[in-house]
């Protein structure tokens, strides 16, 4: 009866002007596909501590635990490539890691 929005959101037109709340749940979602197929080697228990917590201005911003960020960092230019290919044009331009 209801439709998702993770599926009303691949509906949207790739040229309309989206609310920014709308582009950042999608960028929110595209991380967390690409979370874990850049860093599918490191255990899932881990990979649940990093957290995307603001996109603005095309810079996604993660929380996650010292260590982690870390490693996120050293594998940024990958993960930010496969976001901006699975949203299908380059929405985020650059990945700021935060340690909790």
């Not at 009303?8 to 920014?20: E, G, H, Q």
Request: with cysteine; charged share 30%; proline share 5%.
């Amino acid at each position: 009866m209801f439709t998702q929005v993770g599926d009303l959101i691949k509906t949207l037109p790739k040229r309309s002007k989206t609310p920014d709340a709308i582009v950042a749940l999608h960028v929110r979602r595209a991380f967390f596909d690409s979370l874990k197929k850049v860093c599918g080697d490191l255990p899932e228990s881990v990979l649940k501590t990093a957290r995307p917590t603001s996109f603005k201005k095309g810079v996604l911003t993660v929380k996650s635990p010292g260590l982690m960020s870390s490693e996120l960092q050293m594998r940024a230019g990958g993960l930010m490539r496969d976001i901006n290919e699975t949203l299908g044009k380059k929405i985020v331009r650059s990945l700021r890691f935060r340690s909790f």
